[in-house]
């Protein structure tokens, strides 16, 4: 079994790095593609062009999702229990976890962590382009949080935004609490939303916790130690051999 690890696709906006890779890999129905979220499926509905393509890849796909992504239509999908964990059911191999649930597949542990703080916020609207459930409420963060590092290890964890002190550290960026008209646009007391950087950091300080860390959102590609940031670069590995392999997928 081999995973496949890709961040951020925008529907079929920047799907053809996919696209343009797939064919050499010679993916088979045992293989496993991980999307670190902003799949960004289904904005037209069923007849959405990224949901049909994502719908015939010829193997499994496990999503994480990210902000970009349309929560309405995936809500109304159905919520079943797949790889030890529940999660929606998106059609064709699709399957999106749920928030810290940790899928058991191929003799591995992947722990969920999905979402993202929108900063074009202000040029979306609420119920059709940003969704509230970017972002997990503070209370339900707090729980997840509390049963991953309950935990002794898993092998992966896979989240759509990445630690706060990594990004600011590899990324030069500074990490903020969304702020209060994020909050008033969504219909949000102020401070009822977890950004994800500051529940991840806290994960993030324990490495000794996990193998490997993937995750999308910041549109740039990076690696430090077992933590990789993936945007232009996919990641391949072989479950069986162990082996890992770089695929640029620059458009």
């Not at 962590?113 to 929108?118: A, D, E, F, N, Q």
């Not at 950004?195 to 690696?223: N, Q, S």
Request: charged share 25%.
């Amino acid at each position: 079994m081999r995973f496949l690890f890709v961040g951020d696709t925008h529907g079929t906006q920047h799907l053809n790095k996919v696209k343009k890779i797939l064919p050499g890999l010679n993916i088979r129905a045992s293989d496993v593609i991980i999307h670190a979220g902003d799949i960004g499926v289904a904005w037209a509905g069923e007849e959405d062009e990224a949901l049909l393509w994502w719908r015939q890849v010829p193997c499994r796909v496990l999503v994480c999702l990210g902000n970009h992504e349309n929560y309405s239509w995936i809500f109304r999908q159905p919520l079943v229990q797949r790889f030890g964990c529940k999660g929606y059911a998106l059609g064709g191999g699709l399957f999106a976890p749920l928030p810290g649930q940790t899928v058991r597949i191929g003799g591995k542990k992947m722990w969920f962590y999905p979402g993202g703080y929108s900063v074009d916020f202000p040029f979306r609207r609420p119920g059709v382009s940003i969704f509230r459930d970017e972002l997990l409420p503070v209370g339900e963060a707090g729980r997840i949080l509390n049963s991953v590092l309950r935990r002794t290890y898993v092998d992966y964890v896979v989240s759509h935004d990445g630690p706060r002190s990594f990004v600011s550290e590899h990324f030069g960026l500074t990490i903020a609490p969304p702020r209060s008209d994020y909050h008033k646009l969504l219909g949000e007391d102020p401070g009822g939303r977890a950004h994800p950087g500051f529940i991840l950091d806290e994960l993030y300080r324990h490495w000794a916790r996990f193998g490997r860390w993937y995750f999308g959102h910041h549109h740039r590609d990076i690696v430090q130690g077992n933590v990789r940031c993936l945007w232009n670069r996919a990641v391949l590995e072989d479950t069986r051999t162990g082996s890992l392999e770089v695929i640029d997928m620059e458009e």
